[in-house]
């Protein structure tokens, strides 16, 4: 897993800007100036409050509708647009862009429409969308050519430079990051012309087409001695040592990266020590200078537990991990592993579950080889004695040798029940684990709700985090809770995720007269995944008439409980579209089944689950319907 420094910027064409040309009479000229005005404190307002940015946004709106100027309500939808891109509600932003379209189209005005296509693009390479990433640019391409713009195509080069890049299409990227390149040179660009060569260079680099990267990020050294940007010259020397290394000429990129150490340490940029930190320790493992790659990864951990760098820390126990596996120190490397893994995403944590068993497994060979070796060697040393000793030894022998086969069959035992405990400690990390994008969401609404001094908002929203936070950490002690408590946590899940969308989300929840709630014991949290997979990939955020329906009820033979959830989203079809188009993967099912394999494993009555699409049901339905059984479990 190699990471090389590439700077690749989206460039957000005229986010802060906009030129406006209007008569000039005196009214208008007023009009002009406190039209302009409101714009500009849209913008700035979004250093410190989305909110009130958007909601000074549409008064720009209201002002220029009040004046029936095409060119101004185009230059506000672009704008209000901008500050929900800043914001990261992109759908919003779309919507926006998409009106700005239709009034720069009714002025005649090209340029802007060019930019802003290119600002959706970058909305769709920022959310995987990468068809409709490259759809966007090309239009882009098309307008610029055809006003001739050079600056705007450069600029649209070097972006699809970057959707092929992180499609894996190497050989197109650079394409596209050289026709950038020349296109910057003919426009005498340097600072962009500069940021080219360095994204050629790591593409080359990441070709293992060491020669030509070094040559490339020399080339690019030069040019910045002219410009004397200094942060871009500590990313250069780092891609220098890179390519050194790729070449495994050692002592090179130790060299680079010491230079790259030094000028950050000079810059006091502490957002590059930890990485430079780490590439050092990786180059001393490689040569085999084991206390300096140890010394290293300490100050590499350090460096960015003080500053707070979260995937640089991530990256750091991967790296060291990997080093520890090298040196057969398989114990440290499985725990530096799971420090990897925590501070992970919780989308893609359960996938290296399966690197962490692979060491274990490694571990655990090589701790048995051991043991498997030594008993060899006693057995041929009880082997040479049996031929030497009397019928006595050969009495004790048979008594050691069953006393082996019951140590034996004593681990086995204990295996067994070490396996349940897993089980156990696994269904309990399952039903603890809660996404950190909900998290983050939910706390920068708070902050949201104070800086603009809704304080009673700020304390509801609080409150119910809160609330449901506290029920996940209690219900994750507990094997089963009673339906009363599974209920009340569900609706603290649904109303906290309704107070961060915009569209009204109703919900019901009915539970049949002959069960008792406060009796009925289920498995925690197990309905839960399946309200999250309705609310965000289900499309019911965006959903004015959404809805969710939930149904417990008993069995017809009274020997289990049934769950029905049912919403009117997209449908499970469609969400398994949308989820190859576009690389994302939902855990909640994965989550669940999972949960239901560890507890059919234990039980003797099994859980059984059921997934549908509601228009194979009902073809004037749309959504999912997810049903499960869960055996009859009183208190």
């Given at each position: 897993m190699k990471i090389f420094f590439l700077t690749l910027f989206s460039i957000l064409v005229s986010v802060n800007s906009y030129s406006l040309n209007f008569p000039d009479t005196v009214q208008e000229s007023q009009n002009n100036t406190q039209f302009k005005e409101i714009l500009n404190r849209a913008t700035q307002l979004r250093d410190s409050s989305f909110d009130v940015s958007i909601k000074v946004g549409k008064q720009a709106i209201s002002f220029a509708?009040?004046?029936?100027s095409p060119s101004k309500l185009g230059a506000s939808y672009k704008s209000l647009g901008n500050t929900y891109i800043h914001k990261g509600t992109f759908d919003s932003s779309m919507y926006y862009y998409n009106k700005a379209i239709e009034q720069f189209t009714i002025t005649g005005d090209s340029l802007n429409v060019c930019k802003v296509i290119g600002n959706m693009g970058i909305i769709y390479r920022r959310t995987c969308k990468y068809d409709q990433a490259l759809e966007q640019y090309l239009k882009a391409i098309k307008l610029y050519e055809s006003l001739g713009n050079q600056k705007g195509l450069a600029s649209t080069y070097f972006n699809i430079g970057g959707v092929y890049h992180m499609l894996g299409n190497f050989e197109s990227a650079l394409s596209f990051f050289v026709n950038a390149k020349n296109t910057f040179?003919?426009?005498?660009?340097?600072?962009?012309?500069?940021?080219?060569?360095?994204?050629?260079?790591?593409?080359?680099?990441?070709q293992k087409k060491f020669n030509e990267s070094l040559q490339t990020q020399l080339e690019a050294l030069a040019l910045n001695e002219e410009l004397g940007t200094v942060r871009d010259k500590a990313i250069i020397l780092l891609n220098i040592?890179?390519?050194?290394?790729?070449?495994?000429?050692?002592?090179?990129?130790?060299?680079?990266?010491?230079?790259?150490?030094?000028l950050r340490l000079k810059l006091n940029d502490i957002w590059g020590l930890g990485k430079i930190f780490t590439f050092k320790a990786v180059v001393y493992g490689k040569t085999k200078q084991i206390q300096l790659a140890e010394e290293y990864f300490q100050k590499a951990e350090n460096a960015n537990k003080k500053n707070e760098l979260i995937e640089d820390l991530a990256d750091t126990y991967l790296y060291y991990s990997e080093f520890l596996e090298s040196n057969r120190d398989y114990s440290n490397s499985i725990i530096y592993y799971k420090k990897y893994n925590?501070?992970?995403?919780?989308?893609?944590?359960?996938?290296?579950?399966?690197?962490?068993?692979?060491?274990?497994?490694?571990y655990e060979s090589e701790k048995k080889a051991k043991e498997f070796k030594i008993l060899q060697q006693k057995t041929q040393i009880q082997n040479?004695?049996?031929?030497?000793k009397n019928a006595w030894i050969i009495i004790l022998t048979i008594v050691m040798i069953l006393g082996i086969v019951a140590v034996l069959v004593s681990l086995r035992i204990n295996r067994l029940r070490a396996d349940h405990k897993i089980m156990d400690l696994r269904q309990k990390v399952l039903l603890t684990q809660m996404n950190p994008h909900f998290l983050f969401n939910s706390l920068t609404a708070i902050q949201s709700f104070i800086l603009d001094e809704k304080n009673d908002d700020a304390n509801n929203y609080l409150s119910r985090l809160a609330s449901l936070v506290r029920g996940i950490l209690e219900n994750s002690r507990e094997e089963f809770v009673s339906l009363n408590v599974e209920i009340s946590t569900l609706k603290d899940y649904i109303d906290l995720q309704k107070l961060r969308f915009d569209n009204e989300i109703t919900y019901e929840i009915t539970v049949s007269n002959n069960i008792d709630e406060n009796h009925v014991l289920v498995p925690p949290m197990l309905a839960q995944p399946f309200v999250e997979n309705a609310l965000i990939h289900g499309r019911l955020r965006s959903n004015p008439e959404a809805k969710i329906n939930i149904d417990i009820s008993l069995s017809e033979n009274k020997q289990s409980i049934l769950f029905s959830i049912t919403d009117n989203g997209i449908g499970m079809e469609e969400a398994k579209k949308q989820t190859l188009k576009h690389g994302h993967k939902s855990l909640a099912t994965s989550i669940a089944m999972d949960r239901v394999k560890i507890y059919n494993f234990k039980a003797s009555k099994k859980m059984h689950f059921e997934i549908a699409d509601m228009k194979y049901i009902n073809p004037n339905l749309h959504g999912t319907r997810v049903c499960y059984s869960i055996p009859l479990n009183i208190n």
């Open positions: 509708d009040s004046l029936n040179k003919k426009l005498d660009n340097k600072s962009r012309l500069l940021q080219s060569l360095i994204n050629i260079g790591v593409i080359q680099n990441i040592g890179q390519a050194y290394e790729g070449l495994e000429q050692f002592d090179k990129a130790i060299d680079y990266y010491s230079q790259c150490e030094n925590r501070l992970k995403d919780s989308i893609t944590s359960i996938f290296q579950e399966e690197k962490v068993a692979e060491l274990t497994a490694q040479l004695e049996l031929t030497q």
